[in-house]
């Protein structure tokens, strides 16, 4: 019998289908309320969603489905964010704080975005070579050595870019606005973040079922001597893999800093997030992922604006509800929503 039918977990599954009833039922009596408010937290909630989910797929790619445990995965979205910020800073002249009438090209912002994510590329395929394919199965080692990693970069980077939040400049083309359901809502945050998920999603879905190459990467991860016996390089289709994975953060990483901002703490915070995602999604399901992304953003974006009772505010504890996720998930279904055994 599956998981899902346990009886032991029936109480358990019961008891958060009621939850979560209670839940969209407080969400849908706030909704009535204000109904602008809301479809702006839910627009929130969705564009960070795909945010999260653009920067966990290259850790599910490399955590989930490769079990390579990268904890400086989020060292390397700042990299990337800050390694854009200059390049668009130097290369075209333009600063955080534009002046009324300046203009950004689309050059100035596509240019610093695909240099920061093959620079990122690179990065992680030297550390993958350099530091970790030595340790495959090894996750403690693995840990300790992204970890110090992470340290490092975080220290340079503060020393180098500084303490200040930073902002990557959108296209002065582009829109600032769309209109939706008779409001009006963020061109970038809505389209292009949006859309880039949608599409990496597609395309990571495609790759890994439907290609030889990615058929390679689940057998080598299940079974790595049968494949080697073969007469397959598991080290350069690892190496592939992992190449995928930084591109990905690094993505990611141009496409936060000009959503959010480019500050440091934001690789803490983005590795803690793609870690939660994994947890609910299940290690290496890129659907699970994607759900995880989205229960994530929503939960994040409606506890900062909802989380009041009566005269009592308790928007500032929502950070909470976070861990509470993980710690339903854990006691719910331990390996994730669509995780299997390793």
Do not use: C, E
């Not at 975080?154 to 959108?170: E, N, V």
């Not at 000009?258 to 659907?287: E, R, W, Y």
């Amino acid at each position: 019998m599956s998981a899902w039918l346990d009886a032991r977990l029936l109480p358990r599954l019961l008891l958060g289908l009621l939850a979560s009833a209670v839940v969209f039922a407080w969400l849908a009596y706030k909704g009535s309320q204000n109904g602008a408010q809301f479809l702006t937290v839910s627009l929130n909630g969705l564009t960070l969603a795909a945010l999260y989910f653009v920067v966990a797929a290259g850790f599910t790619l490399i955590f989930g489905l490769m079990r390579v445990v990268n904890m400086a995965h989020g060292s390397l979205y700042l990299l990337a964010g800050y390694l854009a910020f200059t390049s668009q800073q130097s290369w075209f002249g333009v600063t955080s704080n534009l002046l009324f009438g300046h203009t950004v090209s689309v050059a100035s912002w596509i240019v610093p975005l695909i240099f920061a994510t093959v620079v990122i590329g690179v990065v992680g395929v030297a550390m993958q070579q350099v530091l970790l394919r030595w340790n495959l199965g090894q996750d403690l080692r693995q840990a300790l050595i992204t970890i110090a990693l992470s340290v490092i970069l975080a220290d340079q980077m503060l020393a180098h870019f500084g303490g200040i939040a930073q902002s990557i400049q959108q296209p002065t083309a582009w829109p600032n606005s769309v209109p939706v359901l008779g409001s009006h809502y963020g061109f970038f945050r809505l389209l292009v973040v949006v859309g880039a998920a949608l599409v990496i999603g597609a395309l990571l879905w495609a790759v890994i079922r439907l290609t030889r190459f990615g058929m390679i990467i689940r057998a080598g991860v299940d079974d790595r001597a049968m494949v080697s016996a073969l007469g397959i390089n598991v080290q350069r289709v690892f190496a592939g893999a992992f190449l995928i994975g930084a591109l990905l953060v690094g993505f990611g990483g141009v496409l936060g800093g000009t959503m959010i901002a480019v500050q440091p703490g934001a690789d803490a915070k983005f590795l803690l997030n793609s870690l939660i995602v994994v947890i609910i999604g299940g290690m290496g399901s890129l659907g699970g992922a994607a759900i995880g992304a989205l229960a994530l953003g929503l939960v994040s974006a409606y506890a900062d604006v909802y989380l009041k009772f009566g005269s009592t505010d308790l928007t500032n504890y929502s950070i909470l509800l976070t861990f509470i996720l993980v710690v339903v998930m854990l006691a719910v279904r331990p390996l994730g929503l669509f995780g299997r055994p390793a």
